[in-house]
């Protein structure tokens, strides 16, 4: 996203009413809302190269589309000719979640469902530190091969050869064998397991957060925790703040400073939730790693009073929240 508004495009979230209201339990809160999309599609189609959804949603509690929302998209996009471009980082979970969750895929192999998946995207775009199980690294794959002359272009003058991009070969490697373990099953479940486990300690502590929990992450719900810290004050920032303090554990912020804006009058734009993302490193933690982070957490909304937000001080054009500098309020 912040790539693009570099270039000046105005990125539109399409996301279904539900993927906004952290407290309400859905299956598939990650999905697109059809009818919006088609509205502005109609409005300003001639402004608008192409569509993008991504599996599962980050930037809503790592919530899962449904396929049946995937296909109606990919029509919908076909329907006014613009191409379907999908960020799969976290691919295999959202297809766990489709044999969870979706009638019909209940005994449908994870690798079918994912080839599913892909089937309806005209391209790709994918972090492979995610669901490829490994340390750096990621690619992009086209139908189109007018547009892959393109990118092999720039990519030859920017990262490195096409056979290799810039990454090192004992990533590559490790990349194909990542892509065929982050798709076993029983992995898999263990993982949505361990966001489940780690949402039921919180739900015992009274903290708010996304629910359902999502794939790769449990999301607290700052406003629950911090209900009478203004929003100018930045309460998710001001809570992953205080984790870090209270037991070093180490969050991030998913809501105003990332998704808000200093308009050039200086006015503030805020974003809807005030979301802190505790993210689970693959095949790391155990269940005690959970308990401890859970007890830290319990510990600091007892303390909520007591915490302090921040007013930013410094920040750039684009993407503050990894560079901007802040003071206590």
């Known amino acids: 996203r912040g790539n693009l508004e570099s270039m000046g495009v105005q990125a539109v979230d399409c996301v279904v009413a539900e993927g906004l209201q952290p407290a309400t339990i859905a299956p598939f809160k990650g999905n ?37 929302n995937i296909r109606a998209y990919a029509a919908l996009l076909k329907k006014y000719g613009k191409p379907f471009i999908m960020d799969v980082c976290r691919f295999s979970e959202n297809a766990m979640f489709i044999k969870m969750r979706e009638p019909g895929y209940e005994n449908t192999p994870i690798r079918d469902i994912v080839k599913e998946m892909f089937s309806y995207a005209d391209g790709a775009t994918m972090s492979a530190k995610k669901d490829g199980m490994v340390n750096i690294g990621g690619f992009i794959v086209l139908r189109s091969e007018e547009w892959l002359d393109a990118v092999r272009n720039g990519l030859i003058m920017m990262e490195g050869f096409p056979t290799y991009g810039g990454m090192a070969g004992r990533d590559l490697e490790a990349l194909a064998v990542g892509l065929e373990e982050g798709m076993e099953e029983d992995y898999l479940r263990y993982r949505l397991r361990t966001a489940e486990y780690l949402g039921e300690r919180l739900e015992a502590a009274g903290v708010g957060f996304v629910k359902p929990t999502g794939g790769h992450a449990v999301y607290i719900d700052a406003k629950t925790v911090l209900p009478n810290m203004p929003v100018e004050h930045y309460p998710a920032w001001a809570l992953c ?40 490193p693959r095949r790391m933690y155990t269940q005690s790693h959970f308990d401890y982070a859970a007890e830290v957490i319990a510990e600091v909304k007892e303390k909520a009073a007591s915490i302090r937000g921040v007013r930013i001080t410094k920040q750039p054009k684009f993407l503050r929240h990894f560079t901007c500098e802040c003071e206590w309020v």
């Open 32 to 68: 697109i809302d059809l009818e919006k999309a088609e509205a502005l599609l109609r409005q300003e189609g001639a402004r608008i190269p192409f569509g993008m959804l991504t599996v599962t949603n980050n930037t809503g509690g790592g919530q899962p589309v449904s396929m049946a």
């Open 241 to 280: 703040n205080a984790l870090y303090l209270e037991g070093g554990i180490r969050g991030v912020e998913i809501g105003s400073v990332m998704f808000g804006k200093r308009l050039d009058d200086g006015v503030e734009t805020f974003h809807s939730m005030e979301l802190v993302r505790l993210a689970f």
